[in-house]
């Protein structure tokens, strides 16, 4: 399930963002470094959560 | 490990001019084994994590795997960025694309000392030790 995800938003995005949405490849790959530039907090903030109010 | 060997080979693997096809299919050939090595040691590491966290922070410990490939991937284009500015972009395809996968090596390295270094899950070191093989016991005693 990781896995597919993670595929899907970053391998697969640039593609289809550049092959199928005709945005540019600079911008399709900016675009890719700043989802994982908010993933890396957000990744974090929200095991702090699932910890607090999960088990 | 076996990430940091392939990635290091793929540095210097001959190319297509050199020796034909062959160079494409060996190429492919390490990527696989790349895919392989992710698929056992991302897993790995998050179960490692999850065993050895404190029972409160579980989710927390486990995150940096996550958070650990992404901040490769951004470490990657980084370093791109950086050798495509200080060489140029010809230079790049003729020898500079080679500088990062080379630099696999390191991570190789940190792969084996790490590993040395690594204990058993604290759960698992309270369990009493084996008496005789599971294998065994589930025969004899629990028919």
């Known amino acids: 399930m990781n896995a597919i995800g993670f595929y899907l938003l970053w391998v697969y995005a640039i593609s289809y963002l550049t092959d199928d949405m005709h945005v540019s490849t600079a911008d399709a790959i900016d675009i890719n470094t700043l989802s994982l530039l908010v993933m890396m907090p957000v990744v974090t903030l929200a095991a702090i959560l699932s910890d607090r109010i999960g088990p | ?143």
């Open chain 2, 1 to 143: 490990m076996m990430m940091g060997v392939c990635t290091t080979l793929i540095g210097v693997l001959p190319t297509h001019a050199e020796i034909g096809t062959s160079a494409a299919l060996l190429l492919v050939g390490l990527r696989i084994l790349q895919g392989l090595s992710v698929g056992g040691e991302y897993p790995g590491s998050i179960v490692f994590l999850a065993e050895h966290a404190p029972h409160k922070q579980r989710g927390f410990y486990t995150s940096w795997p996550m958070f650990g490939s992404a901040a490769g991937f951004l470490l990657g284009s980084a370093l791109t960025t950086l050798i495509t500015n200080v060489i140029g972009e010809a230079a790049v395809e003729v020898w500079g694309w080679r500088v990062p996968f080379l630099l696999g090596a390191v991570i190789a390295i940190c792969g084996v000392y790490f590993r040395r270094h690594m204990s058993e899950p604290p759960a698992f070191e309270e369990a009493r030790p084996l008496d005789e093989l599971p294998l065994f016991a589930a025969v004899k005693h629990h028919w």
